[in-house]
Every structure is written in structure tokens, then in C-alpha cells.
């Protein structure tokens, strides 16, 4: 060993930034979650106003806690632990700031460009192209950063936490990439570069993984360094580290497509998603288990300290999710699960229980040693566990039933054979005391964040006028000298299994590259056979391209985030097909960039809406959907009705999807004239029907063009439909 | 260390003074991780084109098939036109009938009946007749083409008969905003003067 000792400084000021922005953007976020679960109890609040709308505000809330919250949590815990657990400092400060800065530039745009409507309709993968691309910048910013620590270490072998921040760090780069590869058709605006089946696959896959490697694989890096510091515990067992650190990097990349049961995607990748998810359970429970267990013999100290007891529930919520996916994913309950509330409970018991208590015990545990005082009250911070523990469970239990109830009543039979509740909006009147007490449960969630400002905010007040940094010496790396101390021969025949990992976890590049090998190689298993196999999207004649004017109805659409209550998937079910009419069929959706199946349905599906109400049906139920449906939660869309549609805009749409490969004809070079073609029948018959006189320059005729045409391609003639005419 | 886990061996390693047992993985973990691989294979003789199962389009038709068997049979016709008149004068059922109407026909032809999308059923023009078993036919399969959804299918037959026996009721009484006649004129045999 190297006796010269070398000196150097944490950089904490890097961590304090993070947990600020941690504070501020959960605050945020949560309180907009707070408003789209009002707005679904009380319509009335989407003020009719087009980017307070919950189609546009969902996305908003979802990126916010995900990436916003969730995200700064994972970097001040990882910008904290790293540099300890390396003995090293950031690789270099410049680049800390720049990934700090970076993120919360990505923030402010997300939240300015979801509000108004620039989004991809991929869930959490909303942002536009020119974003997607800061973020990668970012991300592999902060790699270098972190994988340059790593370089400088003066510590041997990388913790368990260190490995789950590398396989986080280098699957989201991968994921969300490949997700996001797109066609821009302007400055904010661009098309998936799969369809159909494909984009879903690929959007699920992404999606999943998204809350495998950016909401579990870093938190149980947290874990492993936060829990055994607040205890003062050895960590329970270093063989089951190993087993279930491989195990979830391995099997999760698969579990995606149990999001798309039942759906056009073929049966044998569903299933593939689905017993990989069941095979991830105890590999899930392996942190829980290793977790809890940890606290054996520290459960005293537990009942004192509000740290404790937030890494308790935070453990305990995510065994309970880990639970609950796998059992989701098996088909016959998702059958009765999926679209329903269901889902949104599942990941708000992961969301707040997990996230949320992990990331409050660690900024507890963290706020007096980063400003170096004592936390203002440690009584605040128990009160702040308990209205969170009871916010979320009145969330949890009010939208369980509520999902259940929807799920039981989308299904039921009458004595006659017919469905027990034809009306939809029959489905969501039953829910709505239960969305009031989801609002009273996130209201106490909400409070509890309010009083854990507070009190960090009256912690730095008490911090003193220059932080001190103390002087951190250890030793540099030497050449590695095998068996340089000496064990115990009988340890060392015990510890023969993991010896190769022993090894592995010095040599960071290797372990790095295996990471990569097991994440890509389990991708491609799936991936390959999706996009290879013909027969997985048998062609359908008389399925044609959207006409101009019907694009640019899909793209507004998209804009109001309509996705985000509807779905357009009928599954093969006899409960849906005898409520919505035929099931969707994979060729279907062959020019559908990107896909819009949705994953939830606050409203019914609108897969075979063409047709089913006259053209002026629409425009009444956009302008104001309580005027045809007294009870209906949907928000109101009267701008469609004054805003002026921009015809000319649509051709570089029409280009960017030729690009893609759709064939558009003779729309090619004349997209704008056929879109007022057909724009002015559209009108005509809206006054017909006894309607606004001219509503053929407005945006209202491309959204009653776009949902006249859904699903009806399925039974045209092939001559029939033509794009736009010929 | 507490007394009962004096068999914890800890591992000679220490990372900013976190430390790791030497344990081994529970035993109900390993058992039940391998029992899902083994039931992960296994599952595989139930999809289509690799195991035997047939698959869910296949037990989807099978359920669509089950379900026209148990179907009770419908009575073809639905009930004669004195029936239907009857029910017409009858307010218990036409009260239902004002029910049904208002959930799920006022949004297209106004809550009073006076038309909107769909046109007025008050006056005594009709595009499809006015006789019952026409009204009953035009509600019970609907003009699909035109934005008249078929209610058959949909609502209980009881349903059924009430809203056409209150849509019939509805002969001659005055709407606030009638829509103009459409159709030709064609009044329900010996139509009740509204009683609605």
C-alpha cells in the first residue's frame, strides 16, 4: 500500500443545490397533482382554459414527480454517497454545476412546453425533440462526471450502492434514446419513427424501465447507503446484494409489454413481459428483504426517530408494489385492472410510499450535516410522517376501490345478456366520492411537504456563516496486490461464491460493460422478434393513411393530451367488443406515429368512434361535453371552435410523415388544398345538421375529421377510403 | 450486537463506515425465486404457436359463442302496437320512459323532445313513421348512417318499450325551441294528445 496520504474536500455545496431543487420542484408537482385530481371531481376547475386542462396538466405532473422530484432526489443522494463511498470529489465541479443547471433548465422547459401542448403522447417521454436532446447532453454529462469520480477513487472496491447508480445511469441513457428516436416535422413538433404495434412495444419498454431505472434501481442505491448510515447497521446480506442487484438488472428489461395485455401487440410478447415480471418478484424483495433486515435489532430506535420510520414505509411500500406488478402482471388480472384506477394506485403506492419516504428520510438524515446545525424539529418531521403515512393511505384505499369498482362494473351482465352498464358515464358517477377522498388523501400528502419546507428552510437559517469542509486524506490506489490482506481460510472457502464478484467490483469498466451486456442483450431478445416477425402485424388492405386534414385533427388531438382519458384499443374481451364494437387488430395503427392506445380509460374508448354520432354531436360535446352529458367529467374545448386551423402548416407534417415511410400520394405536394377540400364539406354539414354557420377555417373540423375516421377503416372497401380524394 | 444474531459473520470490508454481513440469502427467497422461473416455463405451453393453449382470440370466440347460445331468446317483434299505445297513456311507464329519455336521448333530441342533432319528436312528422311499431323499430335498430344509434342492443328491452311509450306520449305537447318538421306527416294511430 501507498503510505503517502493525499488531501482533498467533499463538494457539498453541489448537494444542497439538489436538495433545494428536490424541495422545490416536489412541491411543485404534487401540487399540480393535486389540482388534476380535483379537476377530475370538479370539472369546473379546468377553467376552460387550454393549458390548465388535464390533458395537458397530467403530463405535467407525472414528468414533474418523476424526473423533477424524484430525479434531484437521486442526484443529491448520489452526488453525496458517491463522492464518500469513492473517497474522492466530484470528478469535476464544473460539471456538476453544468448537470445542475442542466436539469432544472429541462424542467423549466417541460414545464412550460407541456402546458402548451408540445408532446409526444408517449408517456413519460412527453418532451419534444429539441429537449430530448438537451437531456441526453445531460445525462451523459453527469456520466462523466460520475464515471470519472470513479476513475480517481481512492477506494478499491465500488459498495452496492455504486452499482445500482452505474446500471441506472447507463440504462436510461439507452432507454431513452431509443425510445425517443423520432422525425421532427418543425421546431416542437415530431413523429415517432415506429408505428402501431412497434411504438407501443418500444413505448412500453421505455416505460417500464423508466420506473425500474429511474424510480427503483436508484432508490435502492439510496437505500443501501442511507438506511445502514441512519441505523448505524451492517447491511443484512452481501450475497443477496449481489444476487438481486444481477437479478433486476437482468430480468426487468423484459417486463415491459405486461403494459400491452390483450392489446394488438401478439401474445407471445405479452406473455414474455409477464412471466419475467412474476420471475422479478423476489428479486424485488431481495432489497426489501436486505433492507429491513438490516433494521434487526434497531427496531427501538425506529420508534424514536421519524428517519427511521420514513426508510421503514418507504421499504415496506415498495415491497408492496414489487408485490402487487407481478400480480398485475399476470394476464387475468390485468384484464380487469388494466385502464382502470388500479394502475394509478399501484404506482402511488410507489410514488409517495417509496420515492417520497425515501427521499424524506434521506434529506432529514442529510439537512443537518449538510448545513451543519441541527435539524430545526425533529417533531415537525414526525408530524410530517404522519399526515404523509395517512395521505397515503386514504389515496391508495379510495383509488383501489375505485378501480376496482370500474374494472367489476365495465364487465358486468344483466340477466338479459346485456351489459349491466351500457352508458359509460354510468362508470364515472360511481367513482366520484372516491376521486373526493383521493383529493382529501394528496391534500394531507401536500401538507406534509409544506411543513418539511418549513423546517428545512428554518434549518438553514441556523447554519452558520461559512460551511467548514473538512480536510478528507486516504490513501491513492496503488497496483492491486490479490490477497493483499490475508483471510481466514474457512471465510475464504464460504465466501468462494462470490469471489468473481469480489473482483468484478474493482474494476469498474468491466463491471460497467456486463451492466450494459445484460441490459442490451435482454432488450434485444424482445425487441428483435418485434420488429422482424411479419406475422406480428398481419397488413389490412383497406387500412389507408390519415388524410391531410385528419392529421392535423390527430395532432390536435395530441396536443390536448385527449390520450390521457382515452384509449383506442379494444381488446379482445366479450364485455369490450359488445361495449365498443369490433377488437383492434394490429394492422390497424401501421401509420399511426406514434401510437395512441393510451393506458387509461377516465372515458370510453374511441378506437370505432367514427360514425357513431353525427358530425354536430362533436362539436356540441367539444364545446361543452356537460351540455350533451350532464355528468361527464371531460374538460370543455371551446377554442377548437375559434382557433383558426393552420392549413399551410400541415404540409412539412405530411413530409415528415412521408419520410416515415406512409404513403401519402397525391397529398404529397398538396396537402393544404385537400385539407380545406375537405374541411369545407365537414362544415357544410355541421350547418346542415343545424350548427355554427362557417366553422370551416377552424380547428373543430380537423378534431370531428380525425374522429369520424377512427376505426372505420376496418370495414371499408379498399376503394373507400382514399387519401383525400384522388 | 444483540444476543440472537451472534452468527452474523461480518464481512473485512467497510465503506465510509457501512459495513456488510456475510449472510446467506433466505431460504424461502431462493425457493420461491426458482419456483417462479420453473412456473415461468411452464407458462409457455399456454400460448399459442409454441404450447398447446389455444390463445385469446380463440377463447374470446369461444366466449362470443357461449354467449349467443345462453342467450335467452328475444321475442322478435317486440310488443304490438296496442301495447305500446297503452303504455303510452299508462304514466307509470311513461315516467320511465322520461328516465331513460333524459339519460341517454335528450343530448340529441333535447331534453323536452324538441330536436337538436336529431330531429323533433313532438310534432306529427316523421322520416322513419310515426305508426309504434315504427318508432319501435327506428329506436331499436337505430339509422346508423345518420347519427341514430341503435338502442337494442344497448338498453333493456323493458327500456326499450318505455322510452318508445314515452316518445309517443310526447305527440302534441310544445317544446321551448321546437326544430322545424322533418319527414312526412304521419301521426300514432289515435295518438294520444300529450299527457307527458
Not at chain 1, 358486468?412 to 359509460?424: C, I, K, M, N, Q
Not at chain 1, 355528468?631 to 402548416?649: E, Q, R
Not at chain 1, 372505420?712 to 382514399?722: E, I, K, M, V, Y
Not at chain 2, 305508426?131 to 329506436?139: G, I, L, Q
Amino acid at each position: 500500500m501507498n503510505p503517502q496520504l493525499e488531501s482533498f474536500r467533499y463538494d457539498d455545496a453541489i448537494v444542497r443545490k439538489f436538495l433545494w431543487a428536490t424541495f422545490l420542484w416536489g412541491l411543485i408537482g404534487m401540487t399540480v397533482g393535486l389540482l388534476i385530481a380535483l379537476q377530475l371531481a370538479m370539472p369546473a376547475l379546468n377553467f376552460d382554459i387550454a393549458w390548465l386542462s388535464f390533458g395537458r396538466l397530467r403530463p405535467l405532473h407525472t414528468n414533474a414527480v418523476i424526473f423533477a422530484f424524484a430525479g434531484n432526489a437521486f442526484f443529491t443522494g448520489a452526488y453525496y454517497s458517491s463522492q464518500r463511498l469513492l473517497k474522492a470529489r466530484m470528478f469535476s465541479d464544473l460539471l456538476s454545476r453544468v448537470h445542475f443547471w442542466g436539469w432544472q433548465l429541462i424542467i423549466v422547459l417541460a414545464a412550460v412546453t407541456l402546458p402548451l401542448g408540445f408532446t409526444q403522447a408517449k408517456e413519460y417521454a412527453e418532451l419534444e425533440w429539441p429537449i430530448d436532446i438537451l437531456i441526453a447532453v445531460v445525462w451523459v454529462i453527469f456520466a462523466v462526471n460520475f464515471f470519472g469520480t470513479i476513475a480517481k477513487r481512492r477506494e478499491r472496491h465500488l459498495y452496492v450502492a455504486l452499482w445500482f447508480y452505474i446500471a441506472s445511469i447507463v440504462t436510461v441513457a439507452i432507454l431513452h434514446i431509443f425510445n425517443n428516436l423520432s422525425v421532427p416535422a418543425g421546431p416542437l413538433k415530431s413523429y415517432s419513427i415506429y408505428a402501431g404495434v412497434q411504438d407501443a412495444f418500444m413505448q412500453w419498454w421505455y416505460g417500464h424501465n423508466a420506473v425500474a431505472f429511474f424510480l427503483t434501481t436508484p432508490f435502492l442505491g439510496l437505500m443501501y447507503y442511507f438506511l445502514p448510515k441512519a441505523a448505524d447497521k451492517p447491511i443484512f446480506s452481501y450475497r443477496l446484494s449481489i444476487l438481486h442487484f444481477w437479478t433486476i438488472v437482468f430480468l426487468y428489461i423484459w417486463a415491459g409489454p405486461h403494459h400491452l395485455h390483450y392489446t394488438a401487440l401478439p401474445e407471445w410478447a405479452s406473455t414474455l413481459g409477464m412471466v419475467f415480471s412474476v420471475m422479478l418478484w423476489m428479486p424485488s424483495w431481495g432489497g426489501m428483504i436486505n433492507g429491513l433486515l438490516t433494521l434487526r435489532g434497531a427496531w427501538k430506535k425506529v420508534v424514536e426517530d421519524p428517519i427511521l420510520k420514513f426508510f421503514v414505509v418507504a421499504i415496506t411500500a415498495y415491497g408492496m408494489s414489487t408485490f402487487e406488478g407481478p400480480m398485475l402482471s399476470v394476464r387475468s388480472v390485468n384484464a380487469l385492472a388494466h385502464y382502470t384506477d388500479w394502475i394509478i394506485a399501484h404506482v402511488h403506492t410507489g410514488a409517495l410510499g417509496w420515492n417520497g419516504f425515501l427521499a424524506f428520510g434521506m434529506i432529514y438524515w442529510l439537512a443537518p450535516r449538510l448545513f451543519q446545525t441541527r435539524l430545526h424539529s425533529m417533531k415537525m418531521a414526525e408530524l410530517h410522517f404522519w399526515l404523509a403515512t395517512f395521505g397515503i393511505i386514504l389515496y391508495v384505499t379510495a383509488i383501489y376501490s375505485a378501480g376496482l369498482t370500474q374494472g367489476l362494473m365495465w364487465r358486468a351482465y344483466d340477466v338479459t345478456g346485456r351489459l349491466e352498464y351500457p352508458a359509460f358515464i354510468e362508470t364515472v358517477m360511481r367513482l366520484m366520492p372516491m376521486y373526493w377522498v383521493r383529493v382529501a388523501g394528496g391534500a394531507l400528502y401536500l401538507t406534509g411537504m409544506v411543513l418539511f419546507g418549513y423546517n428545512l428552510l428554518k434549518t438553514w437559517q441556523t447554519r452558520p456563516a461559512t460551511y467548514e469542509e473538512p480536510v478528507i486524506q486516504a490513501a491513492p490506489l496503488g497496483d492491486y496486490e490479490e490477497l493483499a490482506a490475508p483471510r481466514p481460510a474457512g471465510a475464504l472457502a464460504r465466501f468462494a461464491q462470490a469471489a468473481w464478484h469480489r473482483t468484478w467490483e474493482r474494476l469498474p469498466v468491466t463491471f460497467t460493460v456486463m451492466v450494459a451486456v445484460a441490459v442490451i442483450v435482454a432488450s434485444l431478445f424482445e425487441i428483435i422478434p418485434t420488429f422482424l416477425i411479419k406475422s406480428n402485424v398481419p397488413t389490412i388492405a383497406s387500412v389507408k393513411p390519415y388524410t391531410p386534414l385528419e392529421l392535423a385533427g390527430r395532432d390536435i388531438y395530441i396536443r390536448e393530451g385527449c390520450f390521457n382519458c382515452h384509449s383506442q384499443m379494444i381488446r379482445p374481451l366479450r364485455y369490450e367488443t359488445d361495449r365498443y364494437g369490433e377488437y383492434s387488430k394490429p394492422g390497424e395503427f401501421v401509420y399511426d406515429h406514434p401510437f395512441l392506445w393510451g393506458s387509461r380509460r377516465i372515458g370510453p374508448d374511441l378506437a370505432r368512434e367514427g360514425g357513431k354520432y353525427p358530425d354536430l354531436w362533436h362539436v356540441r360535446h367539444m364545446e361543452a361535453p356537460r351540455d350533451i352529458e350532464a355528468k361527464s367529467i371531460m374538460p370543455a374545448y371551446p377554442w377548437m371552435l375559434t382557433n383558426a386551423l393552420d392549413f399551410d402548416g400541415i404540409q412539412s407534417r405530411v413530409d415528415a410523415m412521408v419520410m416515415l415511410g406512409v404513403p401519402y400520394g397525391p397529398a404529397v405536394n398538396d396537402a393544404p388544398a385537400m385539407a380545406r377540400q375537405q374541411a369545407r364539406a365537414i362544415a357544410q354539414s355541421i350547418a346542415a345538421q343545424g350548427g355554427p354557420a362557417d366553422l370551416s377555417d377552424k380547428e373543430i373540423v380537423a378534431m370531428v375529421a380525425y374522429l369520424q375516421r377512427l376505426g372505420r377503416d376496418l370495414g371499408a372497401q379498399p376503394a373507400a377510403t382514399t387519401v383525400g380524394g384522388q | 450486537m444483540s444476543a440472537p444474531h451472534d452468527d452474523d459473520r461480518l464481512l473485512d470490508h467497510s465503506y465510509d463506515g457501512i459495513q456488510e454481513y456475510d449472510n446467506p440469502m433466505p431460504r424461502w427467497w431462493l425457493y420461491i425465486f426458482w419456483g417462479t422461473i420453473v412456473w415461468g416455463v411452464l407458462f409457455w405451453l399456454n400460448v399459442p404457436g409454441i404450447g398447446v393453449g389455444k390463445g385469446r382470440i380463440a377463447d374470446y370466440d369461444a366466449s362470443v359463442a357461449a354467449a349467443a347460445a345462453d342467450m335467452p331468446a328475444e321475442p322478435s317483434a317486440g310488443p304490438d302496437a296496442a301495447a305500446l299505445l297503452a303504455a303510452s297513456q299508462d304514466p307509470t311507464a311513461v315516467a320511465a320512459g322520461r328516465t331513460v329519455f333524459g339519460a341517454y336521448c335528450s343530448a340529441c333530441h333535447g331534453p323536452d323532445g324538441g330536436g337538436v342533432i336529431g330531429p323533433n319528436l313532438t310534432d306529427a312528422y316523421w322520416i322513419h313513421g310515426g305508426s309504434p311499431e315504427a318508432v319501435y323499430h327506428t329506436v331499436n335498430v337505430g339509422v346508423l348512417e345518420k347519427g341514430m344509434p341503435a338502442w337494442g342492443p344497448t338498453l333493456k328491452p323493458d327500456e326499450v318499450n318505455a322510452v318508445v311509450a314515452y316518445v309517443i306520449s310526447l305527440q302534441g305537447t310544445t317544446p321551448a325551441a321546437p326544430k322545424a318538421p322533418e319527414g312526412t306527416m304521419d301521426p300514432p294511430a289515435d295518438a294520444p294528445s300529450g299527457d307527458s
